[in-house]
């Protein structure tokens, strides 16, 4: 069947309109021209006609705040400013993209451009972990849209398919591998054998860790990024300050040989999960650390500073995302997506879904999260000293998967690995165990993650 003329010759009109845009253009500030800003810009820059047939009107670079007005930056100077706050204001700005980072001005620049009704694009996530509330009511007062995809695993599609694709389906748990510094050198001690002090100053070297390697390495960039995930995925806020976080200092070259002895590896992982409290009500865990996890697990084949995300969804199932998640222009393709969505709002006219916070649910504390332990102690090498073990165990409900011994000297080495128990249990016994006359040092407590037990 052909469809009536008159429909054709509409579609036909649609798509000319399309391709020739009304020269209404669409002006954008960007705030901040550091690794990713410069590449915004670029992109904003070369790509110009490509992006004005995909909005349906032109994106004009209207200026661009730096804090260093004197260093050459590649472009037209004049559309350099220091100004950030008048930048935002101009009445030509429809649009601003904030990769300043940190928390002020960011905060307030962004407040100032959703009172005045101009969408938001923002890579921010150590901003957005503490303020998404404030920052999305403004947005949904005064219509303006907030996006940022590029906030959690840079270049990686995530925030998008949590928000909107799986916005019918029940998320029920995200792990990911959402730090690039902190997974570069877990990767790099794996394979090399090397101890952390020096893998991060490898990593400072090659220009992946920071020279205040804090944020990442004691596991706050991953803890605002879970919070970030978990917000989505549960329909919930949460905030940083919510999530457990333990960093990956502590890690040693002894603990990366013993998670190999167990076909496992040590990867800092971002956990966000739907637990049931004892009356089997919903709450949700939200916890960050480093972690066993096994060799067939798909986590454990991430290597290098890449990032990768599993989602396990009710009716979707599994879901993974990997890719590069850090680096000027990987980030800066994330914001750019984001730029062209809020861009053809403006255009079409309205804005697109905002945050969705409407279930509200609790968050467990960390002590009644269901973990796993691996716990590896030196004993003495004598009878009795393995059921003296198990009993601690045992005394505080905490099941027993495997156990294996190594040496048959004085002292042996004992590796317990537990089922899934709560946390505190688990922690418990450790503290029992220290006690213990026979048991002369625990040398190291890991998390397991990524089991099915
Ligand atoms: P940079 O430090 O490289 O760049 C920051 C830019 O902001 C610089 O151009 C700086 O100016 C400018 N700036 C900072 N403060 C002000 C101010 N008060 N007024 C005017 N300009 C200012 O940061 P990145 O590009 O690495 O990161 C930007 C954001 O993107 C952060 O929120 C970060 O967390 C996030 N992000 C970064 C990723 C990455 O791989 N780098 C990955 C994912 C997210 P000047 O150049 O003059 O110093
Ligand atoms: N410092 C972060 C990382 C940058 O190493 O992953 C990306 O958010």
């Known amino acids: 069947m052909t469809a009536p003329e008159s429909s054709v010759s509409s579609e036909a009109a649609e798509a000319a309109a399309f391709v020739s845009p009304v020269d209404k253009p669409i002006g954008v500030a960007v705030l901040g021209m550091g690794n990713v800003g410069s590449e915004v810009v670029r992109i904003l820059l070369d790509h110009a006609t490509d992006l004005t047939a995909r909005v349906g009107a032109p994106l004009v670079l209207r200026g661009v705040a730096v804090r260093d007005i004197g ?43 959703l009172n005045a009704g101009k969408s938001v694009v923002t890579a921010n996530k150590a901003l957005l972990a503490e303020y998404t509330g404030e920052l999305a009511d403004a947005a949904e007062s005064h219509r303006a849209d907030l996006y940022f995809e590029a906030a959690v695993a840079g270049a990686i599609p995530v925030v998008r398919p949590l928000m909107q694709s799986l916005a019918g389906d029940r998320v029920n748990r995200v792990i990911g591998i959402v730090n690039g510094t902190t997974n570069f050198i877990l990767s790099a001690m794996d394979e090399t054998g090397a101890d952390y002090a020096d893998t991060l100053a490898e990593a400072g070297r090659l220009g992946y860790a920071e020279a205040d390697p804090t944020a990442d390495v004691e596991g706050f960039d991953a803890a605002a990024k879970a919070a970030i995930l978990a917000s989505l995925a549960f329909h919930t806020r949460v905030t940083s300050a919510d999530v457990h976080r333990e960093g990956i200092s502590s890690i040693t070259a002894a603990d990366i040989a013993t998670a190999r002895a167990f076909d496992c590896t040590v990867k800092l992982l971002a956990l966000c999960e739907r637990v049931s409290d004892d009356d089997g009500n919903d709450r949700i865990s939200v916890r960050v650390y480093p972690s066993l996890v096994p060799l067939s697990h798909p986590l454990a084949s991430v290597s290098g500073a890449f990032n990768a995300v599993v989602v396990e969804a009710e009716a979707a199932g599994r879901l993974m995302f990997y890719g590069q998640g850090a680096g000027g222009a990987p980030t800066a393709s994330a914001v ?118």
Not at 85 to 113: F, K, N
Not at 387 to 410: C, H, L, P, W, Y
Request: aromatic share 4%.
């Open 71 to 113: 260093k050459d930056r590649g472009i037209d100077p004049d559309l350099l400013t220091t100004d950030v706050r008048a930048l935002v204001a101009r009445d030509d700005v429809d649009l601003v993209v904030e990769v300043l980072g940190g928390i002020e001005p960011a905060r307030e620049l962004i407040l100032a451009a």
């Open 336 to 453: 750019m997506g984001d730029l062209v969505m809020a861009a053809r709002n403006k255009f079409y006219g309205g804005r697109g879904p905002g945050e969705s916070t409407y279930a509200k649910l609790p968050v467990a504390p960390m002590g009644d999260t269901p973990t796993r332990y691996h716990v590896n102690m030196q004993v003495a090498d004598r009878a009795g000293v393995l059921s003296a073990v198990a009993a601690e165990f045992a005394k505080n409900d905490v099941s027993i998967s495997t156990v294996r011994q190594e040496g048959a000297s004085k002292h042996a080495r004992l590796v317990v690995v537990t089922h899934r128990a709560k946390d505190s249990a688990l922690a418990a016994t450790v503290d029992a165990l220290k006690e213990l006359d026979i048991v002369t040092a625990v040398t190291s407590v890991l998390r397991l993650e990524g089991t099915s037990e």
